[in-house]
């Protein structure tokens, strides 16, 4: 339960951070070409991952919710004169959540395979 508790906290945490950092004015050097976008990636691989380890919800109502807050946050920055929206972060924010379950699907597979090893086909 503890467990879950950090997590649930954690999931707070991070969408207060996200929605600080996509509000505020950027005041940060841009160090290479599409940076924004691989922020918007790895912030909602993120917030999917916490999310799904505090409340364990369908992927489907994952996948809403998290891509309601990408759409809302790209409303909100339309009406912020130092912002300005983009239908490139909003897809940035979907390839966060699919990268999150690609990866759960991969890690599912492995630990699926470690826990039940092939067994050899060779005859005696």
Known sequence: MK???FFTASFAFA???VSY???????YPVT???????????????????????FKPKWYWMCSILAFYAILIEVIQSQIPYRSASIADVVADLAGIALFYIFLFVFRKYQAAKLFPK???KAS
Request: avoid cysteine.
């Open 3 to 5: 467990l879950k508790l």
């Open 15 to 17: 969408v207060l951070v």
């Open 32 to 54: 290479f070409n599409n940076m924004d976008k691989v922020g918007h990636v790895l912030s909602f691989f993120g917030l999917a991952f916490l999310a799904y380890f505090a």
């Open 21 to 27: 950092l996509v509000f505020s004015k950027p005041n």
């Open 119 to 121: 067994r050899s086909s």
